[in-house]
């Protein structure tokens, strides 16, 4: 959860990459043809969904029924990628279209809007705000405690109810090493409606039954499956800990990889692999993972259930995303904060009038493409600027053509490029990673070393951003407590001497 900003990343100057192309398409909906949008956000959920379990993917015991329902009404990217493996970044990336190697965003602090350059930038609502949408939120969709102050009209219309993490019982269930008191997982609480998510759920609800003469954009933000890790009995008993099936892990992966990849999640809450064995906690947290999973699932139920009853589904775009992927052991940690696939890999589905019913793409894709490809299939114009393209030729045939990769930053300097088949890491203090994602989808093998893959490195470098924007003011910042379900944050600079923890 401790974001960090790299000792050695080297700050040159601020470049604002090309704008999104918007690519050819049928002609733009008129004003009164225009459709809803409906966006929904999972927090920290990897690929492990039903609807992703098939070739290396996903989780083969995970149980999505109603996000594969979703998936068979419109396209499944099967190789989307966040542009941060940590939540504001990532957040503010595909909410404003732009890359944190643009903002400067790479860390849990700040809100963008206090960087003096992105002060005006309109944001996604902003955007369909300004061109006559209602602008709905309620749960997590910027990062938490942002933006500070809300005034009407800014980023959205109507604020719902905020959510948070409770509740949380009396005493964690897992003395984690860290003490942090989110990092936690067990069976809790007894009632799905007490959960935080049910809550939202609730309130998007009751906005769908609303009638509207205008056209609707409602952003809907759960929770789960963050830590805490809590789930229902119900949930829990989908997956019986004798049958679970783990992760795939070698214990010699890490032995392949630069030493300044520790960099990315250093001295963060998480606990390594070597502490799940270590206490038996390994199942747990998987078997807890998996609930929170199958709970949230059952709230983008209830919403998908309340829109089809509202008889607009025909006429409204849904997308359902992730913030970032998470590990569960692979690579020998728990968490976010790398820049391998199961930290940037995130489900991607869209669907809608106009879009093609029940495919998948493997085309890479990017969540700051979310932004121009709303606004075309919305017939909004394009704003200048963005770093994003638009989706929309793979939503009218997933097979067609796409020559941007995904990219995703962590830090200045630290950069992960992916295609259909490869995946290339450089970090600040230059050192490589290489992946042959078909034949090695668990990243085993760095190739980077090579001689043979010189040109390929080469040819994948070029996607690089060619400018690091400087951290943020307040970047760096520290969990110090939770208040009712909320996390507080203190910052403190990172020193020149502080250890890089090698060992578990």
């Not at 849990?108 to 209602?134: E, K």
Request: net charge positive; aromatic share 10%; with cysteine.
């Amino acid at each position: 959860m401790r974001p960090l900003v790299p000792l050695l990343a080297i700050l040159v100057t601020l470049a604002v990459l090309p704008a999104g192309s918007q690519g050819a398409g049928a002609a733009p909906p008129t004003q009164g043809e225009r459709p809803n949008v409906l966006l929904i956000v999972s927090d920290d959920l990897n690929d492990w969904l039903g609807c992703m379990s098939r070739e290396g993917r996903g989780h083969p015991q995970v149980r999505t029924p109603n996000l594969d329902r979703l998936a068979r009404r419109g396209v499944l990217f099967t190789n989307a990628h966040c542009q941060s493996p940590l939540c504001n970044p990532s957040r503010t990336s595909f909410l404003t279209g732009l890359r944190p190697s643009t903002t400067g965003i790479y860390a849990l602090q700040p809100w963008f809007r206090t960087v003096d350059r992105f002060r005006q930038h309109v944001s996604l609502p902003q955007h369909f705000q300004r061109n006559g949408y209602r602008t709905l939120t309620t749960g997590k969709i910027w990062h938490d405690g942002y933006p500070r102050e809300r005034t009407d009209g800014e980023e959205f219309s109507t604020w719902g109810y905020a959510g948070n993490f409770g509740p949380s019982p009396a005493r964690k269930f897992v003395q984690t090493p860290d003490k942090n008191p989110l990092v936690d997982w067990g069976t809790y609480p007894e009632r799905d409606e007490d959960q935080s998510d049910a809550k939202v759920a609730d309130w998007s609800v009751q906005q769908l039954r609303q009638p509207s003469t205008d056209p609707w954009f409602l952003s809907i933000g759960f929770r789960r499956p963050h830590v805490p890790c809590y789930a229902g009995q119900r949930w829990m008993d989908l997956y019986p800990e004798a049958s679970l099936k783990l992760p795939p892990y070698r214990r010699d992966d890490r032995d392949d990889t630069p030493r300044f990849s520790w960099y990315l999640h250093w001295k963060l809450p998480e606990p390594r692999q070597a502490w799940l064995e270590r206490t038996s906690q390994w199942k747990p947290l998987v078997r807890a993972y998996l609930a929170s999973i199958s709970f949230m699932d059952s709230q983008v139920g209830r919403v998908m259930d309340a829109l089809e009853q509202s008889g607009q589904a025909d006429r409204t775009v849904v997308v359902f995303t992730s913030d970032h992927g998470w590990h569960l052991g692979e690579k020998g940690i728990t968490g976010k904060n790398s820049l391998w696939d199961r930290s940037t890999r995130v489900p991607l589905l869209i669907a809608g009038p106009g879009i093609a019913k029940g495919r998948r793409c493997d085309r890479p894709a990017e969540l700051l493409d979310i932004y121009p490809t709303l606004a075309q299939l919305c017939g909004l114009p394009q704003p200048k600027g963005l770093d994003g393209h638009s989706l929309a030729p793979q939503l009218r045939d997933p097979g067609a053509a796409r020559k941007w990769p995904a990219i995703t930053t962590h830090g200045p300097g630290n950069h992960t490029v992916r295609t259909e088949r490869w995946r290339y890491i450089r970090y600040a203090d230059g050192s490589e990673e290489l992946y042959d994602m078909r034949r090695d989808p668990n990243e085993w093998t760095n190739l980077a070393r090579d001689m043979g893959q010189a040109e390929r490195k080469r040819e994948l470098a070029r996607w690089i951003p060619t400018a690091d924007a400087p951290p943020a003011p307040g970047s760096v910042a520290r969990l110090i407590e939770v208040k009712e379900g909320i996390p507080h944050w203190e910052t403190r600079p990172i020193g020149p001497k502080d250890p890089i923890p090698m060992d578990d």
